[in-house]
């Protein structure tokens, strides 16, 4: 299996425009969480999936973050819209089941000028 | 709720010298214990793990061991080197916390040579 991939792996965009990060999991994985990393505020989780399902979205920062699983191979996490204070480091992780680690992908680096 | 609580760096040595980075946590229930590591421009890896009272994670000569009577689960090299430079992740996860993965803040090292 390739990993967990996410793409794009870099993404510039003016403040104001739509942004979509995308990620598709491990085969077989049963969770799928989303993460941003800031030098400020490390690691934090923003949503995460179980089985497609949103379980908890507490993270999300704002109304203008939203996060869709259309299906086991697929998510996508959207900001509309974007603002310079979420530039970051996205990381999609997946997990095959409750014991076992995360696998994370190589992150999308977004910088919102 | 539950947390990590990981030691500030960044911690600077030079080669060869012993490593510890200190990790407690907080947690009801028996949580599994992790330690990722994040290379520059890359996404976390996981470098060890345990998922129970005693036991003892191991790779590339790290080590940690799960400590429920200090909530501790520090982590160890005896001899380190250039290419172990990087920023280390405590993690724990859960029942008690929905199975999300909890992350310490994350801890740099720099190894001189």
């Known amino acids: 299996d390739a990993g967990v991939i996410q793409s794009p792996r870099h993404e510039v965009t003016e403040m104001g425009q739509e942004v979509t990060l995308r990620c598709k999991p491990i085969s077989g994985h049963d969770y799928l969480f989303w993460y941003r990393q800031t030098m400020m505020r490390g690691l934090e989780l923003l949503i995460y999936f179980n089985n497609n399902v949103p379980i908890d979205d507490s993270g999300m920062p704002e109304d203008r973050f939203s996060a869709k699983m259309p299906n086991a191979s697929f998510s996508t996490l959207k900001i509309q819209p974007s603002e310079p204070r979420d530039s970051a480091v996205y990381f999609c992780a997946s997990i095959l089941w409750e014991a076992t680690e995360a696998f994370f992908g190589q992150g999308t680096r977004l910088t919102v000028v | 709720g539950n947390s990590v609580t990981q030691m500030e760096g960044p911690v600077t040595l030079s080669e060869e010298a012993f490593l510890t980075i200190n990790c407690t946590y907080t947690a009801t229930g028996y949580p599994s214990l992790f330690w990722y590591v994040q290379y520059p421009g890359e996404g976390l890896q996981l470098l060890l793990k345990?998922?129970?009272?005693?036991d003892k994670g191991s790779n590339k000569g790290f080590e940690a061991t799960y400590r429920k009577e200090t909530t501790s689960f520090h982590l160890e090299k005896g001899s380190v080197q250039v290419s172990d430079s990087a920023v280390y992740f405590c993690a724990l996860r859960a029942i008690t916390g929905g199975f999300k993965t909890i992350f310490g803040a994350g801890t740099r090292l720099f190894v001189k040579a």
């Open positions: 345990a998922t129970k009272a005693d």
